[in-house]
């Protein structure tokens, strides 16, 4: 049997539900480039709490201005519009697309809509605020980094951390040397949620404010859940509508060491967990550890949401944090500190390294003056495409119980027929994955 190709990766068991092109109207291709005194015409997809927080921060930038909104419960919809005449609701996010007066995008959906709705709106040749995790499949990630590529929109994916001046001295510490070689990295997060998780349900008929069929898009369909559509502390222990906690919280940490060692795709990966101990509803694992192997580095990410002893830099119910363990010494750090371990002699905790990384702006502003501007913000779909991979082939190794190979040159999983095609997803119809934007 000859070896699988790239092209096995790309559309293997795709062709029964292989897209068409995305065919929207000459209107909906947005007012075209931005002027210097043009006000960015902003919509929202997806009204809940973070891009509602999104959303306000845009607002603070005088040169926007906000003529849309989409979401599939009406009361999200109504709290954006209500005494704001010139803002149109949509329940179908492909109408607000359309709207002529949306130059960009702010997309905060639950993670299985991001990869569909950023590639339609990329097409449609609007801006995309794309909220993380990025994607949920591989495939997915690559989708939406073409598609972004392809129709040259900005886009910014939502890691606010990496704005925050504690990151950027961190990747000063380690693009020093000083640490001496990095040969291995640790990301962690605990959370202790208690037996029952986020609780259990009641078995109910959806409300009339919400279209829950259209909630759940091309997932796979199951029974309305009021847990599930609450937000996206709920929905990450749903493994079809999220990926679970990795793609959740994740991102965040992996961020900083992509960005301080310059990472690119991984060569292996492995993934083991399990959902243990948690009850309540849902069925994303309580545990998981990830392993990435790239060139001369391993690196790790653990998660429990039953304990977190020994998870330093936390409180009494959750902590996170990052270790760069080098030949020197490790370098200790969280969202808001960092600290460095010497081991051998030379390595002076006090000769804090000069600092190159310049400081951050709002995360959203970065990617505002970017399309007034030109050029692409710090976590682009290129950057970020490089996180959001690694988690998704790790998800991918979970579910199959073995290591992946990955050539990060061609971008396909090797030797592994079955991964190969279950990296693709299997959209619910009528929703039809975007083949066509996997070929870079």
Not at 10 to 34: E, K, N, Q, T
Not at 262 to 291: N, V, W, Y
């Given at each position: 049997?000859?070896?699988?190709?790239?092209?096995?990766?790309?559309?293997?068991?795709?062709?029964?539900?292989?897209?068409?092109?995305?065919?929207?109207?000459?209107?909906?291709?947005?007012?075209?480039?931005?002027?210097?005194?043009?006000?960015?015409?902003?919509?929202?997809?997806?009204?809940?709490?973070?891009?509602?927080?999104?959303?306000?921060?845009?607002?603070?930038?005088?040169?926007?201005?906000?003529?849309a909104v989409s979401d599939v419960q009406q009361h999200r919809i109504d709290a954006w519009t209500k005494d704001r005449p010139n803002v149109t609701g949509y329940r179908d996010y492909r109408e607000l697309l359309a709207d002529p007066r949306v130059d960009a995008v702010i997309i905060a959906t639950p993670p299985h809509w991001h990869c569909l709705q950023a590639v339609d709106a990329a097409a449609a040749g609007k801006h995309v605020y794309l909220q993380k995790p990025m994607t949920i499949y591989p495939a997915e990630t690559l989708a939406v980094r073409n598609a972004m590529r392809k129709h040259k929109v900005v886009c910014q994916v939502g890691t606010q951390i990496h704005q925050q001046d504690n990151y950027r001295r961190v990747v000063d510490w380690i693009r020093s040397g000083k640490l001496g070689p990095i040969g291995r990295v640790e990301n962690f997060w605990g959370w202790n949620m208690g037996a029952k998780g986020i609780g259990v349900a009641p078995k109910e008929e959806p409300p009339?404010?919400?279209?829950?069929?259209?909630?759940?898009?091309?997932?796979?369909?199951?029974?309305?859940?009021?847990?599930?559509?609450?937000?996206?502390?709920?929905?990450?222990?749903?493994?079809?509508?999220?990926?679970g906690w990795t793609p959740g919280m994740a991102p965040h940490?992996?961020?900083?060491?992509?960005?301080?060692?310059?990472?690119?795709?991984?060569?292996?990966?492995?993934?083991?967990?399990?959902?243990?101990?948690?009850?309540?509803?849902?069925?994303?694992?309580?545990?998981?550890?990830?392993?990435?192997?790239y060139p001369g580095l391993t690196m790790r990410w653990h998660f429990s949401q039953f304990n977190h002893h020994g998870y330093e830099f936390g409180t009494k119910t959750r902590a996170l944090g990052v270790y760069f363990h080098g030949l020197n010494g490790t370098l200790r750090t969280n969202y808001g500190m960092n600290e460095i371990v010497a081991q051998l002699e030379g390595l002076d905790p006090n000769d804090k390294p000069e600092q190159l990384i310049p400081a951050g702006t709002v995360h959203e502003h970065e990617w505002l003056d970017c399309i007034r501007n030109g050029g692409q913000p710090s976590c682009n779909a290129d950057y970020h495409a490089k996180i959001d991979m690694a988690v998704a082939l790790g998800n991918l190794s979970y579910q199959l119980g073995r290591t992946i190979h990955f050539n990060p040159k061609t971008e396909r999983i090797i030797g592994d027929p079955e991964a190969a095609r279950r990296a693709i997803p299997e959209y619910r119809g009528p929703w039809k994955f975007p083949v066509q934007y996997l070929e870079s």
């Open positions: 049997m000859n070896p699988p190709t790239r092209r096995d990766f790309l559309i293997s068991g795709a062709a029964a539900f292989m897209a068409g092109p995305i065919l929207l109207p000459s209107s909906a291709f947005g007012r075209g480039v931005i002027g210097a005194n043009d006000k960015i015409g902003l919509a929202l997809i997806g009204a809940g709490g973070m891009g509602s927080a999104n959303l306000r921060q845009c607002l603070t930038d005088p040169g926007t201005e906000l003529v009339k404010d919400i279209d829950f069929d259209m909630w759940l898009g091309p997932a796979p369909e199951c029974d309305y859940n009021r847990l599930l559509v609450a937000d996206a502390a709920m929905h990450c222990s749903w493994m079809d509508y999220s990926g940490l992996l961020d900083l060491p992509v960005w301080a060692l310059e990472l690119g795709f991984p060569e292996k990966i492995s993934c083991f967990g399990g959902r243990h101990i948690l009850g309540g509803d849902g069925d994303a694992p309580d545990t998981q550890d990830m392993m990435w192997q």
